[in-house]
């Protein structure tokens, strides 16, 4: 049993077919974490249908309407790089509504992952790069619109730059955005976020975690955000197609739980998703985004430390 709830819905599936997005992994992902006993059954939870209202804190009605009744233009299509269909749409419209009930998740129980979700390359009006709704903007904007959270931080660890992210807060002060990325790789823009930090083709687990946890402790610090938003990505792994950074899986785990070492630390709670992954064997990116559950488990196991003993 785990000391949180994971978020998924058997409509996740993308419908993509044969396609480099393995969008099997979702089901896939849910299988193994109930096999290997890392959750039991009473440990999942079940998104229910997205209002439209939630979607359009993040999106313009324009993008949301084209995406209820399929008519996206053929370059719409093309940025988004996944063929439409109806599916589609209701899956990432779940994502959304699964992202949304991880945070509130999170503010209960410190920690809740969403097994679908970090679709960070949608922008308010288009989507991209197999991104067609942004399901932790629109998360973030229903828990501030609840006035369950304030601010709000993103940590996008996914090879890719977080684009959409950037794009959508850009002038928005309650959300702070963080995106670590193999700056020589999708998306050709990167529009600014709080804190960019571009790796060089090839980085492995050491520089990786070196880069990244202590700007992760300086953020958290600086800006002192409600919740963290954590975008999980499995590809910067070195057997990936799409990336091209050398971390392990177990230096993506140690990547996991320093975040999260780092958040529980300070009290501030995290909702997970998945993002990308596109191992050559779907088994390590199955595996990958399992141990961020596992990273999840063991940090909340751990006690907090006693804030007002370090004088
Ligand atoms: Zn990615």
Same mark, same amino acid.
């Given at each position: 049993?785990?000391?949180?709830?994971? *978020?998924?819905?058997?409509?996740?599936?993308?419908?993509?077919?044969?396609?480099?997005?393995?969008?099997?992994?979702?089901?896939?992902? !849910?299988? /193994?974490?109930? #096999?290997?006993?890392?959750?039991?059954?009473?440990?999942?939870? &079940?998104?229910?249908?997205?209002?439209?209202?939630? /979607?359009?804190? $993040?999106?313009?009605?324009?993008?949301?309407?084209?995406?209820?009744?399929?008519?996206?233009?053929?370059?719409?299509?093309?940025?988004? +790089?996944?063929? !439409?269909?109806?599916?589609?749409?209701?899956?990432?419209?779940?994502?959304?509504?699964?992202?949304?009930?991880?945070? &509130?998740?999170?503010?209960?129980?410190?920690?809740?992952?969403?097994?679908? =979700?970090?679709?960070?390359?949608?922008?308010?009006?288009?989507?991209?790069?197999?991104?067609?709704?942004?399901?932790?903007?629109? $998360?973030?904007?229903?828990?501030?619109?609840?006035?369950?959270?304030?601010?709000?931080?993103?940590? @996008?660890? @996914?090879?890719?730059? =977080?684009?959409?992210?950037?794009?959508?807060?850009?002038?928005?002060?309650?959300?702070?955005?963080?995106?670590?990325? #193999?700056?020589?790789?999708?998306?050709?823009?990167?529009?600014?976020?709080?804190?960019?930090?571009?790796? @060089?083709?090839?980085?492995?687990? %050491?520089?990786?975690?070196?880069?990244?946890?202590?700007?992760? +402790?300086?953020?958290?610090?600086?800006?002192?955000?409600?919740?963290?938003? !954590?975008?999980?990505?499995?590809?910067?792994?070195? &057997?990936?197609?799409?990336?091209? /950074?050398?971390?392990?899986?177990?230096?993506?785990?140690?990547?996991?739980?320093? *975040?999260? #070492?780092? $958040?529980?630390?300070?009290?501030?709670?995290?909702?997970?998703?998945?993002?990308?992954?596109?191992?050559?064997?779907?088994? %390590?990116?199955?595996?990958?985004?399992?141990?961020?559950?596992?990273?999840? &488990?063991? *940090?909340?196991? +751990?006690?907090?430390?006693?804030?007002?003993?370090?004088?």
């Amino acid at each position: 049993m785990l000391p949180f709830k994971l *978020v998924y819905h058997p409509r996740y599936d993308l419908n993509l077919g044969p396609h480099v997005f393995p969008s099997q992994k979702f089901r896939l992902l !849910y299988e /193994l974490v109930l #096999q290997e006993g890392i959750a039991s059954p009473d440990d999942i939870v &079940q998104p229910g249908s997205a209002a439209d209202e939630d /979607l359009l804190r $993040a999106h313009t009605p324009e993008w949301v309407g084209k995406l209820k009744t399929g008519t996206l233009t053929a370059s719409e299509i093309m940025k988004l +790089e996944v063929p !439409y269909s109806p599916e589609l749409a209701e899956a990432v419209w779940l994502a959304a509504v699964g992202t949304i009930l991880a945070g &509130q998740r999170a503010l209960c129980d410190g920690f809740a992952s969403n097994l679908s =979700g970090g679709f960070h390359h949608a922008y308010s009006n288009h989507g991209e790069g197999f991104c067609a709704i942004h399901d932790v903007a629109v $998360a973030i904007r229903r828990l501030q619109a609840d006035g369950l959270i304030k601010k709000a931080i993103v940590v @996008d660890t @996914d090879v890719h730059h =977080g684009n959409g992210t950037a794009h959508i807060f850009r002038d928005d002060e309650s959300v702070f955005t963080l995106s670590i990325h #193999q700056e020589n790789n999708y998306p050709a823009h990167k529009p600014p976020s709080n804190l960019d930090l571009p790796l @060089d083709d090839g980085v492995e687990d %050491d520089e990786y975690l070196q880069v990244l946890l202590p700007a992760v +402790e300086k953020s958290l610090d600086e800006f002192c955000p409600d919740i963290l938003f !954590y975008v999980g990505g499995a590809d910067p792994f070195g &057997q990936d197609q799409l990336g091209g /950074l050398r971390l392990s899986k177990s230096g993506l785990k140690a990547r996991d739980k320093g *975040v999260f #070492q780092l $958040a529980h630390g300070r009290n501030i709670p995290v909702a997970t998703t998945l993002a990308g992954g596109y191992a050559r064997r779907v088994e %390590d990116t199955i595996r990958i985004h399992a141990n961020t559950i596992v990273a999840a &488990q063991e *940090v909340a196991n +751990e006690s907090a430390p006693a804030r007002s003993a370090i004088k």
